[in-house]
């Protein structure tokens, strides 16, 4: 069993750090908008609606990732490596592809887009000008996720680490410049977050790919000439599917939580903004340990040791929960504090600090519903995570957040308790469905 928790911290935090650096390029940007002074309050809000839309559209074309983690520690565990290097190179066409495509229809209808998001027109036109270069920058973003796949699966879970670094580096620069008009760069304010977020992914898509052509990776043989394998097109696609909807629905719902915000007023948006972000802290790391149960999960199912598969699952899920439970007491202890880090402006510390305490009561409960969700997706059973996801979000949390944030008037209260009870059934859901076993039986 020490065995098993060492695989998990080892492949685990490299993870958390790639995806703690991530979120960062988001927190900063947040924290150099929430610094706009007078124009503060609008931009939060216009950035906030910004980064949910692209989660919607972000996430679906994440989704492939799903598959080409499950089919690659499959081949893996096999030892069939030309197969798994098959894989990434597929992964690669359909990234190129989705990316390009997405990218110009994102461009295109960014200013109608956010004309139908929000009833502020100021709030509509500064997220439009954020969101077009964003979707730019879906080409490079899948690019990376397509790659991380394939190095997360191989159990090279360090690899995304540093090009995350490499990534924050150059957006730090650019929007601490872009944003604010400092370094002898224009203040565009929004747009120039967007502009820095896209030219950083850039950056990361290269550096991830030219390590690719590493000698370590010729048994691979990725880049090898050869035909597009579009059956193995549809296995991806046939993993990835459930995993796609799933992503945009719930994105969905979280969109639909942003706009219900802004139907309180302008400052519960802002703040509902700044916590969606802090929640996102919680949230990618937490894939940390997802990604570990994944990768493991995969590997040993591969290797004919479905015992061992499950033993991984439940070893992640502890672990995270350990974790996460240290940041929610410093999130409990310290509200007011870790609002302020992201803004300046009282009322919003004010409505953001009472949110982050009953986020913070649920946390655990967070981490064991995520991780055991990404263990289920490195198995395959991709359905069974979507349904219960997708449910629970449009049957529950929606509805309910609409129902105690604006009809019963407990405001962001409201919001921030209807997530809690989202959170709570979902992590209940995720164990059953391990605890089944169904999930060992998937033949991929």
């Known amino acids: 069993m020490k065995n098993i928790y060492t695989t998990v911290a080892r492949l685990a935090v490299p993870v958390m750090i790639g995806m703690l650096t991530q979120t960062f390029i988001n927190l900063f940007d947040v924290a150099m908008v929430g610094r706009l002074g007078a124009d503060a309050k609008t931009a939060l809000a216009a950035l906030g609606v910004g980064i949910i839309t692209l989660w919607v559209f972000g996430g679906a074309l994440n989704a492939i990732s799903v598959g080409i983690l499950s089919l690659v520690t ?63 920058g879906l080409l490079p973003f899948l690019i990376i996720i397509v790659y991380k796949a394939f190095f997360d699966a191989l159990g090279k879970t360090w690899v995304f680490m540093y090009v995350e670094i490499i990534m924050n580096i150059v957006n730090v620069v650019l929007s601490y410049g872009l944003i604010l008009g400092h370094l002898g760069f224009p203040r565009l304010g929004v747009e120039g977050a967007g502009i820095s977020a896209t030219a950083s992914s850039f950056v990361g898509a290269a550096a991830i790919i030219l390590y690719s052509f590493s000698r370590r990776f010729r048994a691979f043989n990725i880049y090898k000439v050869c035909k597009i394998n579009f059956r193995l097109v549809g296995e991806v696609v046939k993993i990835s599917y459930p995993a796609a909807i799933a992503a945009v629905l719930t994105t969905l719902g979280f ?87 992201f803004t300046d402006t009282n009322a919003v510390i004010v409505e953001g600090s009472k949110a982050l305490i009953i986020f913070s009561l649920a946390m655990v409960f967070e981490a064991i519903g995520i991780i055991a969700s990404q263990s289920l997706f490195g198995a395959g059973y991709t359905k069974y995570v979507m349904v219960v996801d997708v449910s629970l979000h449009w049957l529950l949390f929606v509805p309910l957040s609409y129902v105690l944030g604006v009809v019963a008037g407990l405001n962001i209260v409201g919001l921030w308790l209807s997530a809690d009870t989202y959170v709570f059934l979902l992590s209940m859901l995720m164990l059953i469905g391990l605890k089944r076993g169904k999930w060992k039986l998937v033949k991929i």
């Open 255 to 341: 969109e639909a939580f942003i706009v219900i915000s802004g139907k309180i007023n302008v400052v519960t948006q802002a703040a509902t903004t700044i916590m969606t972000q802090l929640a996102s802290l919680t949230f990618l790391p937490l894939l940390g340990f997802g990604t570990a149960a994944a990768t493991m999960v995969g590997q040993s199912l591969g290797a004919g040791n479905p015992e061992q598969a499950e033993k991984y699952a439940f070893s992640s899920i502890k672990l995270g929960t350990v974790i996460i439970a240290f940041l929610a007491l410093v999130f409990i202890a310290f509200p007011q504090q870790v609002i302020g880090l």
């Open 74 to 136: 499959r081949r893996f565990g096999e030892k069939e490596y030309e197969k798994a290097g098959e894989v990434l190179f597929v992964g690669i066409v359909m990234a190129i592809v989705l990316g390009t495509a997405m990218g110009i229809i994102g461009y295109v209808i960014a200013k109608p887009l956010f004309a139908l998001l929000t009833h502020n027109q100021v709030v509509a036109i500064e997220g439009a000008k954020f969101i077009r270069f964003r979707f730019i």
